[in-house]
């Protein structure tokens, strides 16, 4: 086959999948898991007949490879001859790979454009819309059943429930509101100012029925700082004053469905794990702090190496027990902190390698005026203080197919083909 037609087709599928992994990520994480690896295999099947003769790796890719998610992955095989827990360890390499394999990728010659890389991330759109309205449409079926009431329809209380979609209101809250970005901010898809309107909406509150306090003030951050974030030359005035008059009447909705003070508590309980040192909480686990504690102990002890990736629960919970936290090690929690879990893996020196990452890829996307990604680096950034969002899968997938999409953003250096 000729190697320009290869490369168009195989570019074509590759894109197809990417937007479908985005589409599904919502709803499924298996299926996401096999669009995303799917189109990874098809790129490194084609990359040997096509690739490499059209997009060549040069020193400055090599520099961005090791300051992109590729260098996490690498970081587990290094544990492996220091980590206390060989076989968990093994495992991380299988639960990471796409931090290894999707930037691997991009260096070897895949791109995006601006363009395509916003189509592609437009899949998360219609995902979002499929699994919070079939949510709703469970809690309305709740309601109607008797099962719960009024003041008890949140997506905490469909836990209850024999869901086979359920995820963890934080990460569904998370793709919700990544999505309401991708509608206010993508260039090449115009959206009627109408759609902006109602998204706005459905999602505003959604993200207050899922009760995730984390995300609720993440968008609290996100609408007092929109109007620097959008275009001067647009009708400031206006587009601020539909924000926020969408914000408000969100707002009113949950009061009126009487989750106003369930959502007040949860802010409340934040500020109290901060304040005290092993304060019990609503459902009865012990606070982050007192866990955060326990871990920066436990990181003075092997600063340099950690303990190994796959290994902090392990660790951490022999330390709960020592430290009379009966639930943390109950439940068997991890440290609620992803700066904190890297020190805990792989050293203070995995720490400040994370968090360096995540600074550049915020650059990048500023100097190139990527508000999309702009925002999802920093939201990362604020869930990374409360959540281990690389230890589960329905975060690493989307870290490294963004972050790696952004890095490589640059244009190779092209070859003509030899037909």
């Not at 995300?215 to 206006?238: D, E, H, S, V």
């Amino acid at each position: 086959m000729n190697r320009k037609v290869l490369y168009v087709w195989s570019n074509f599928i590759i894109k197809i999948l990417l937007f479908l992994f985005m589409m599904t990520l919502p709803v499924s994480l298996t299926l996401s898991n096999i669009l995303l690896g799917t189109a990874v295999i098809i790129f490194f099947a084609t990359y040997p007949f096509s690739y490499r003769f059209y997009g060549l790796p040069d020193k400055k890719n090599l520099k961005t490879l090791f300051i992109s998610p590729f260098m996490i992955y690498l970081l587990v095989f290094i544990s492996l001859f220091y980590t206390v827990n060989f076989t968990e360890t093994v495992k991380f390499i299988e639960y990471r790979a796409a931090l290894g394999f999707v930037p691997l990728m991009f260096f070897l010659g895949f791109r995006l454009s601006r363009r395509e890389f916003e189509t592609v991330v437009a899949g998360l759109i219609p995902g979002v819309f499929l699994i919070i309205t079939y949510y709703f449409l469970l809690g309305i079926y709740g309601l109607n059943s008797g099962s719960i009431g009024v003041k008890d329809f949140t997506f905490s209380t469909l836990e209850d429930y024999d869901v086979p979609f359920l995820a963890h209101r934080t990460y569904i809250s998370f793709y919700a509101f990544f999505s309401l970005i991708i509608v206010l901010f993508i260039r090449y898809i115009r959206y009627k100012l109408w759609f902006k309107i109602i998204y706005a909406f459905f999602i505003i509150i959604a993200l207050f029925s899922s009760e995730s306090r984390m995300m609720i003030g993440i968008l609290t951050l996100f609408i007092l700082a929109y109007p620097f974030f959008i275009n001067k030359r647009q009708r400031l005035f206006k587009t601020v004053a539909i924000i926020y008059s969408v914000l408000a009447v969100a707002v009113v909705v949950p009061v009126l469905l009487g989750n106003y003070d369930k959502v007040v508590s949860r802010f409340t309980e934040v500020s109290n794990e901060v304040d005290t040192d092993a304060l019990m909480d609503e459902v009865g686990y012990d606070s982050r702090a007192a866990r955060w504690e326990v871990a920066l102990d436990l990181i003075k002890k092997r600063p340099l190496t950690g303990y190994g990736s796959g290994a902090e629960k392990e660790i951490l919970v022999e330390s709960y027990d020592d430290r009379g936290l009966v639930w943390s090690g109950l439940f068997n929690l991890d440290t609620h902190n992803q700066y904190l879990s890297f020190g805990m893996e792989n050293g203070i020196p995995a720490m400040i390698f994370y968090a360096s990452m995540l600074i550049v890829t915020f650059c990048k996307s500023l100097r190139q005026r990527n508000s999309i990604v702009m925002i999802f680096v920093l939201t990362c950034s604020i869930m990374s203080l409360l959540e281990n969002i690389l230890n589960v899968n329905w975060m690493i997938t989307v870290f490294a197919f963004v972050t790696s999409a952004q890095l490589f953003a640059d244009p190779l250096k092209r070859k003509k083909f030899n037909t």
